[in-house]
């Protein structure tokens, strides 16, 4: 089999790529940024390419739903949002009260889990549109919240250096992990639901049993701190991100590193596996989107998968397979190892700088606290993707494209508005200010009546005690 090949550069953001992930069906690719933009490109050459503006502050993380049809955005802005791909319009969750780190659907689609600096993780209704619970246990900011593939469990890691597992039913925090010597960036499951992978501040790549406990691999391939990992889809490859400015590939059944991929100038902040595995992307602090092919043959692991299908069953003990010494796999140049610098090949590679179109969030929709509850307003289009994402086709039509471009022509710009942006962002964040002092207010009130209440109490009963002690005299 060839090696992994760079095949293309997407360049269009004007500062760090933060987040990466491909589409489910393959043909576009979201990125979001410092910039506080997120973009979707296309696949396709010559594409024109998508930028979404609406976020005030950093985009920290970002998700394709897993029909393709809505995609969720973290900020450091405080907000949720979720946008439909080819519409441009988007819905905002407030409710967290610091900066959010992480975004990531359920595999039904239904439930969105979001991480956030308030030391919380937060589950949302997608059908209904609206906050369901909170899980609080972490005692430092949360770096990441993602779903196991059935939707049972929730895993996160946090700046306490511990990474949790939590049972969506009884919202529980069901098990803890804490052999760091730095903490978790990053956590994910692999695609049966048996392990779970860490990308640690500590320089390690950390693979867990949750069936058992056990840390069963432990990687120290890196010379900076790992931001991100993916899984490909047959679970018997991982990919990691680190800020020493490679990317690198463990084989995990054989336990050892087999590629290096140099390609990005400065940190690597985020990679991801397409829906197939048979590309993947990565995002840094060069502003660069790199768009790999991989060589792994899919049918190969189809049949490793089957052979030890018995061990994929939740409560199965590990398989021989599964076990690896506790001990760190060092990268000391292994003549097995493969170092891949697309720089240092002379090839024509295709560099996408595509036309830009900026598509502005006008109809957001602002839910505060818990009190979460608002569907879009904007008429029965909009609420109809937003009602039941798992009713929506995957595919986009073939008139996207078309419609993109009407949409686009159809917003106004900002010198043909009445009210220029930034008076609105004015009036939107005194108008925010003015609710909370109006819940403040609210709540002053209850306390003072609830204090006259009991006032009242202590004067009749020190009435009564008076009273009493009259008549004993």
Same mark, same amino acid.
């Given at each position: 089999?060839?090696?992994?090949?760079?095949?293309?550069?997407?360049?269009?953001?004007?500062?760090?790529?933060?987040?990466?992930?491909?589409?489910?069906?393959?043909?576009?690719?979201?990125?979001?940024?410092?910039?506080?933009?997120?973009?979707?490109?296309?696949?396709?050459?010559?594409?024109?390419?998508?930028?979404?503006?609406?976020?005030?502050?950093?985009?920290?993380?970002?998700?394709?739903?897993?029909?393709?049809?809505?995609?969720?955005?973290?900020?450091?802005?405080?907000?949720?949002?979720?946008w439909i791909p080819d519409k441009g319009k988007s819905s905002e969750f407030k409710a967290h009260t610091a900066p959010v780190r992480s975004v990531d659907f359920s595999a039904d689609g239904q439930f969105l889990a979001t991480a956030s600096e308030d030391k919380s993780i937060k589950v949302w209704n997608m059908y209904r549109q609206r906050f369901l619970y909170s899980l609080y246990r972490h005692t430092h900011w949360v770096r990441c919240a993602k779903f196991s593939p059935d939707g049972r469990l929730i895993?996160?890691?946090?700046?306490?250096?511990?990474?949790?597992?939590?049972?969506?039913?009884?919202?529980?925090?069901?098990?803890?992990?804490?052999?760091?010597?730095?903490?978790?960036?990053?956590?994910?499951?692999?695609?049966?639901?048996?392990?779970?992978?860490?990308?640690?501040?500590?320089?390690?790549?950390?693979?867990?049993?949750?069936?058992?406990?056990?840390?069963?691999?432990?990687?120290?391939?890196?010379?900076?701190?790992?931001?991100?990992?993916?899984? +490909? *889809?047959?679970?018997?490859?991982?990919? %990691?991100?680190?800020?020493?400015?490679? @990317?690198?590939?463990? !084989? &995990?059944?054989?336990?050892?590193?087999?590629?290096?991929?140099?390609?990005?100038?400065?940190?690597?902040?985020?990679?991801?596996?397409?829906?197939?595995?048979?590309?993947?992307?990565?995002?840094?602090?060069?502003?660069?989107?790199?768009?790999?092919?991989?060589?792994?043959?899919?049918?190969?692991?189809?049949?490793?998968?089957?052979?030890?299908?018995?061990?994929?069953?939740?409560?199965?003990?590990?398989?021989?397979?599964?076990?690896?010494?506790?001990?760190? +796999? *060092?990268?000391?140049?292994?003549?097995? %190892?493969?170092?891949?610098?697309?720089? @240092?090949?002379?090839? !024509? &590679?295709?560099?996408?700088?595509?036309?830009?179109?900026?598509?502005?969030?006008?109809?957001?929709?602002?839910?505060?606290?818990?009190?979460?509850?608002?569907?879009?307003?904007?008429?029965?289009?909009?609420?109809?993707?937003?009602?039941?994402?798992?009713?929506?086709?995957?595919?986009?039509?073939?008139?996207?494209?078309?419609?993109?471009?009407?949409?686009?022509?159809?917003?106004?710009?900002?010198?043909?508005?009445?009210?220029?942006?930034?008076?609105?962002?004015?009036?939107?964040?005194?108008?925010?200010?003015?609710?909370?002092?109006?819940?403040?207010?609210?709540?002053?009130?209850?306390?003072?009546?609830?204090?006259?209440?009991?006032?009242?109490?202590?004067?009749?009963?020190?009435?009564?005690?008076?009273?009493?002690?009259?008549?004993?005299?």
């Amino acid at each position: 089999a060839e090696d992994p090949v760079l095949e293309r550069y997407f360049k269009g953001h004007k500062a760090a790529i933060t987040s990466v992930d491909f589409s489910p069906n393959g043909k576009q690719l979201a990125t979001g940024s410092w910039d506080t933009f997120l973009m979707l490109w296309s696949l396709r050459p010559q594409a024109r390419a998508f930028r979404y503006v609406g976020h005030k502050d950093v985009v920290t993380s970002l998700q394709f739903s897993p029909l393709g049809n809505l995609l969720a955005s973290a900020s450091r802005d405080r907000t949720i949002r979720l946008w439909i791909p080819d519409k441009g319009k988007s819905s905002e969750f407030k409710a967290h009260t610091a900066p959010v780190r992480s975004v990531d659907f359920s595999a039904d689609g239904q439930f969105l889990a979001t991480a956030s600096e308030d030391k919380s993780i937060k589950v949302w209704n997608m059908y209904r549109q609206r906050f369901l619970y909170s899980l609080y246990r972490h005692t430092h900011w949360v770096r990441c919240a993602k779903f196991s593939p059935d939707g049972r469990l929730i895993v996160s890691c946090s700046e306490d250096k511990t990474i949790k597992i939590w049972d969506t039913t009884s919202k529980q925090c069901v098990n803890n992990f804490s052999d760091f010597v730095g903490f978790a960036n990053f956590v994910a499951f692999n695609p049966n639901g048996t392990c779970i992978a860490s990308a640690g501040s500590d320089h390690t790549v950390k693979i867990w049993d949750i069936r058992v406990n056990k840390l069963l691999q432990h990687y120290q391939v890196h010379s900076g701190g790992v931001n991100c990992v993916s899984f +490909h *889809p047959s679970g018997n490859y991982l990919i %990691t991100a680190s800020s020493d400015g490679t @990317l690198k590939i463990l !084989d &995990l059944l054989e336990g050892r590193l087999i590629y290096t991929l140099q390609g990005h100038t400065g940190p690597v902040f985020t990679v991801s596996f397409s829906k197939g595995g048979e590309l993947f992307t990565s995002g840094g602090a060069d502003a660069q989107v790199l768009l790999w092919r991989t060589n792994f043959d899919e049918l190969n692991y189809k049949d490793v998968s089957k052979r030890n299908l018995k061990r994929l069953h939740f409560d199965s003990p590990p398989h021989l397979l599964d076990i690896y010494p506790r001990t760190p +796999h *060092p990268h000391e140049g292994r003549t097995e %190892t493969v170092e891949i610098n697309p720089k @240092l090949d002379v090839i !024509d &590679l295709q560099t996408s700088t595509p036309p830009v179109v900026d598509i502005l969030s006008f109809d957001s929709t602002t839910t505060t606290e818990t009190t979460v509850r608002t569907l879009p307003d904007t008429g029965e289009e909009i609420c109809g993707y937003f009602l039941n994402p798992s009713l929506m086709a995957s595919e986009c039509p073939p008139t996207v494209l078309k419609k993109k471009t009407e949409d686009i022509s159809d917003l106004p710009s900002e010198s043909q508005r009445s009210i220029p942006l930034a008076v609105t962002d004015a009036l939107e964040h005194i108008m925010e200010q003015l609710n909370v002092l109006t819940q403040t207010v609210s709540i002053l009130e209850q306390r003072l009546t609830l204090t006259e209440d009991k006032l009242k109490d202590c004067l009749e009963n020190q009435q009564k005690l008076f009273n009493a002690i009259q008549q004993k005299i």
